[in-house]
């Protein structure tokens, strides 16, 4: 405590007995003041910590108590109310194993709640079994331009072969003779020609995964549209299922 100052003690002095005593006491209340403040925030004062230990002893102490870190343990109020619940204090292996699982819970719910938005997309994009054969019907339309855009191609290039061919007959004996010029020609068409049937070969393959894909989505739309048939009753039943349907095969 520091001392008072000269001055304060010789007005002290000169005042009563039952003044100064009164004084005194409230100067030391008001020194101790912020001491009993900081108890307050180190969780000295105010709280009371319970717990059971590994033995059995039900333990209390007005701060948390070391004998129970490995469990868990509560913190009350004066008036006995439950402020909070404090776990037990895990080790750096068992920290990053719970870590780790919340974590791997978070990534659960979102999934949960990404399935949950990519359903309610499709049931909205394909409300009955008509509009998915529709969707179906147009997907697989798009390849069709495609193949349609690359036969005709082939075609094209067909017929400018036959050309080639015909001016190869005056070398049939000996096609190495023929002029360079009509050999590359024929040469090039051959190769135009396999890049178009692979294009069409891979929308065929398109196709089939387009299909898939349709397969897959009507399995889980007859589940979501059975779900919205049973929650707004009969009146509200989707329209019937054609079952086995591929609109466009």
């Known amino acids: 405590?520091?001392?008072?100052?000269?001055?304060?003690?010789?007005?002290?002095?000169?005042r009563p007995a039952r003044f100064c005593a009164?004084?005194?006491?409230?100067?030391?209340?008001?020194?101790?003041?912020?001491?009993?403040?900081?108890?307050?925030?180190?969780?000295?004062?105010?709280?009371?910590y319970t717990c059971v230990?590994?033995?059995?002893?039900?333990?209390?102490?007005?701060?948390?108590?070391?004998?129970?870190?490995?469990?868990?343990?509560?913190?009350?109020?004066?008036?006995?109310t439950v402020v909070r619940v404090?776990?037990?204090?895990?080790?750096?292996?068992?920290r990053?194993?719970?870590e780790a699982r919340q974590r791997q819970a978070e990534l659960d719910?979102?999934?949960?709640?990404?399935?949950?938005?990519?359903?309610?997309?499709?049931?909205?994009?394909?409300?009955?079994?008509?509009?998915?054969?529709?969707?179906?019907?147009?997907?697989?339309a798009q390849t069709q331009v495609v193949v349609n855009a690359a036969q005709a191609?082939?075609?094209?290039?067909?017929?400018?072969?036959?050309g080639l061919d015909e001016e190869m007959e005056f070398y049939k004996k000996d096609r190495s003779k023929a002029p360079a010029k009509v050999r590359q020609a024929i040469e090039t068409n051959a190769e135009a020609i396999a890049v178009q049937e692979r294009a069409i070969?891979?929308?065929?393959?398109?196709?089939?995964?387009?299909?898939?894909?349709f397969d897959e989505q009507l399995v889980r739309l007859r589940q979501l549209w059975q779900a919205q048939s049973s929650a707004a009753g009969p009146a509200s039943a989707p329209a019937a299922v054609r079952p086995g349907s591929r609109a466009g095969r």
């Not at 102490?61 to 109020?77: G, K, V």
């Not at 070969?201 to 894909?213: F, L, P, S, W």
């Open 53 to 80: 230990d590994a033995q059995g002893r039900r333990l209390t102490s007005d701060r948390p108590i070391m004998a129970c870190n490995d469990r868990e343990q509560r913190e009350l109020s004066r008036s006995g």
């Open 1 to 14: 405590m520091n001392p008072l100052h000269p001055r304060l003690f010789r007005q002290l002095a000169a």
């Open 201 to 213: 070969g891979a929308q065929q393959a398109e196709r089939d995964r387009i299909n898939a894909a």
């Open 109 to 140: 719910r979102q999934r949960g709640r990404d399935a949950i938005r990519r359903d309610e997309a499709l049931v909205n994009r394909y409300p009955n079994q008509a509009a998915h054969d529709d969707g179906r019907k147009k997907a697989l």
């Open 153 to 162: 191609r082939i075609d094209d290039l067909k017929a400018e072969r036959k």
């Open 22 to 48: 009164g004084w005194a006491a409230a100067a030391l209340l008001a020194l101790g003041a912020p001491h009993a403040q900081a108890q307050q925030q180190t969780g000295s004062v105010g709280g009371i």
């Open 86 to 94: 404090i776990g037990p204090t895990l080790t750096p292996k068992e």
């Open 96 to 98: 990053e194993a719970e």
